[in-house]
């Protein structure tokens, strides 16, 4: 089952722009998370939010929490080419142990 | 340096073949999981293991197979009754106190 919805499906932006992805879910969570995947290759963890925050910050993301509207958005600054891969969120709705429910992703192309 | 070691990195399967992918980690990781990644579809869970000894099934655990006889170690066999197994098979793990996974690099599977 998939739980999160990632909007757009896919973007593209100039090196330098700032890249907004969203995330819809549907059912109460512990936790949302946001991976990064480059192509062919297996997924890094970013940034995690829990339930009770609503905003988070990592270097150049910057994660919110909106859990009224079940939805979540993670923001690139200062976007590099190196930036270029799928992003993923993935959330925790688990009681006891814990199972990550991963949406579809946003293929992110940064260009020089 | 401590990861999840995946492989092969690529394999092949005929017809009827039921064929096993590796999955070690070094992490002293309790938990670890099987994931499914198919083109627009996100990451699909196939089976999760707690602890040693235990795995349970995850949403298509259909087809598939697992073992957790050593802490370090998680295989997956895809049967032949899976009848789609061309994917991409990612494994990841988590310890106890955080809450993101890290994961392999995955094993590309095309049948033919």
């Known amino acids: 089952s998939q739980q999160g919805e990632e909007d757009p499906q896919a973007l593209s932006i100039q090196e330098g722009e700032n890249a907004t992805m969203n995330c819809s879910y549907k059912?109460?969570?512990?936790?949302l998370q946001w991976y990064r995947q480059n192509s062919g290759r297996g997924l890094v963890h970013l940034i995690l939010?829990?339930?009770?925050?609503r905003e988070k910050h990592s270097g150049r993301l910057r994660v919110t929490l909106d859990t009224s509207k079940k939805s979540s958005s993670l923001l690139i600054t200062a976007s590099r080419a190196a930036d270029t891969a799928s992003y993923f969120c993935a959330t925790d709705a688990s009681r006891g142990f814990q199972k990550l429910v991963f949406g579809t992703g946003t293929r992110l192309l940064v260009s020089p | 340096d401590g990861g999840i070691t995946q492989s092969p990195k690529y394999l092949f399967r005929k017809e009827g073949q039921n064929v096993t992918l590796s999955c070690e980690q070094n992490?002293?990781?309790?938990?670890m999981y099987w994931y499914r990644q198919d083109p627009g579809q996100g990451l699909r869970l196939i089976y999760y293991s707690q602890i040693v000894n235990d795995f349970q099934k995850g949403d298509i655990a259909e087809g598939y197979s697992v073992s957790r006889e050593k802490k370090e170690s998680f295989p997956l066999t895809v049967t032949s009754a899976q009848k789609n197994p061309t994917a991409f098979y990612l494994c990841?793990?988590?310890?106890?106190?955080?809450?993101?996974?890290?994961f392999g690099s995955g094993t590309r599977l095309t049948v033919v």
């Open positions: 939010i829990r339930s009770n925050e």
């Open positions: 992490l002293n990781h309790d938990a």
């Open positions: 059912t109460s969570i512990n936790n």
């Open positions: 990841a793990s988590k310890d106890r106190t955080n809450y993101g996974y890290t």
